[in-house]
C-alpha cells in the first residue's frame, strides 16, 4: 500500500486489518476504497455517520462448506464452498461463483466487498456477493465437474434464491458449470425458478449478450474514456490479457471497433501475433477444446510468438486490457508499459493492476479505469437477465447490446461527475468509489442500524 490514508479513516482500516487477519487481497481491495474517500472525510462526514463504513467492511454473512465428490475413479475428494453475502442494502445478494485452486476466504471477500460498489454503479437494484471453491476445473473430466456442481448446489441451495442471492459465473464458471448448478437447484426446489442464477443458456432462461458483456462493456467504458481525449479505437495497438470469457470478448470488440489486439494470455504464457488475434481460432482452442494457448501459436504459423516466461506487459501497445486475474499487473509491469508509450489501461478483471502499478498510471497522467466501473457489464447484463426472467420475457441481441452501451456510458458518466465534484478531475478510481459508496451509504442510513 503506498499512498496515506486519511487520519479519520486510519482507525477503521486498521480494525478491519485485525479483524481479518492475513486476508491481504481483502486488505487490498478495502484499502484502495478508503483511500477514495479522503474528499468525503473531509466535507462529508454525513457519509461516514451511524458506523457505515465499518458495517460496510463486514459482510453481512460468510457461509463456508464443505464439498465431497466422487472422481471417476471412485476415490473421494473434498473441496471447500463459499458464498460471501456482503450487502444488501441495494437489492439482494449479486456477483459470481469463481472455481480455481487459488481461492479462499480472503479472495471471496475482496471480491464480494468490490462487488458492491460495482453494482451500486450499474444503477441497477442489486447488493453485493462472490462465491466459489478452491476445486480445480483443469484436468477434470465432464463428469467429474457435473458431479462437483451438484454437490456445490446441494449445499448452496438453501442460501439462494431470486430474492435472496443470485450467484453467476466469474473465473472457472461458465455456461455450462452453470447448467449443472440450475439444474440440480431446480431438482431439489422442485421450482423452476429462473432468476435465481445469472448466465444461463439461451434455451433455458438466459440472456442474449450475458456471455459477452464483460469484455463487450470494457471495451465500451475505454471507448468513453478515449473520447474525452477525441480519440478512439481505430488503428490502436492493443494488448490483453487472459484468454478466458472476458478476454475473448474483449478482443471482439476492439476488433469491431477499428483496433488490433496482437497479444493475450493464459497461465502458461502469451502469444503475440502482429496480424491481430484470430478470434475463430483462439475460440475453438479456448471454449470448444479447453486447451492450452501454446496451440495457437501452433496452429497459426510461423508469424506467431508463443512466449512461455516472461510478462506480457513487455509487448509495446497504446492500450492494455488485463483481463485474467487480481494482481496480474505490478509496478514493474506497469513501468514497462508506460516506457513503451500506453496510453489507457482499462481493467477486466478485477483488481488485476496492484495499487503501486495503479500509482504509476495516475502519477504519468495516463488514462486508467478501475474494474469496478469498466468491467460492471457483466453483472449490470445479469441485472438485465433478472429484469428478463422476472417478465417472462427475453430480449434480442440488438436490444439488449443497446442496454449495455448505454449502461457504460452512464457508469462512465457517473465517475466523471463524481471525480469532478470532488476535485479530482480524470481520477476514475475515485470517481467510481465514491459514486459506489454515496449510494450504498445513503441506502444504508435510511435502513436503518441493521
Ligand atoms: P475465465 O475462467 O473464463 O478465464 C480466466 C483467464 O485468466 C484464463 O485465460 C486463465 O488462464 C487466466 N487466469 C486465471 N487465473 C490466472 C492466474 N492465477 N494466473 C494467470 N492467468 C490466470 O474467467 P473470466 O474471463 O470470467 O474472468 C477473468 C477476470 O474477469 C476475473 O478477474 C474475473 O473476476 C473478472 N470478471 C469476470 C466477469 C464475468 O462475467 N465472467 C465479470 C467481471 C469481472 P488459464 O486458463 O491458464 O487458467
Ligand atoms: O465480477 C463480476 O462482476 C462477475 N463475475 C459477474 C457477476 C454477475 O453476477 O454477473
Redesign the pocket.
Known sequence: MTAAVHPRLQPHFDAVIARNPGEKEFHQAVYEVILSLTPIAGKRPEYLQWSILKRICEPERQIIFRVPWLTDAGEVEINRGFRVQFNTALGPYKG?L?F?P?VNLSIIKF?GFEQVFKNSLTGMPIGGGKGGSDFDP?GKSEQEIMRFCQSFMTELYRHIGEYRDVP???????GRELGYLFGQYKRITNQYESGVLT?KGLSWGGSQVRTE??GYGTVFFAQEMLGTKGQSFDGKRVVV???????IYAIEKVHQLGGTVIAC????GYVVDEQGIDLDLLKDI?EVRRA??SEYAERRGSDVRHVADGSLWDVPCQIALP????N?LRGSAAKALLDNGVELVAE???M?CTPKAIDLFQGAGILYAP?KAS?AG??ATSALEMQQNASRDSWSFEDTEARLQQIMTAIHTRCVETAEEFGEPGNYVMGANLAGYMKVANAMVALGVI
Open positions: 459470481g469463481r480455481h487459488s471480491l483443469k453467476a459465473g466469474d473465473i472457472g464458471v461458465g448466465g458483456a464483460t490479457s487472459g484468454s478466458g470469457n472476458v478476454a494470455s493464459d497461465s502458461n479456448k492450452r494457448l483481463c485474467a486475474t487480481q496480474e477486466g478483471a478485477n488485476p474494474g468491467n457483466g453483472v
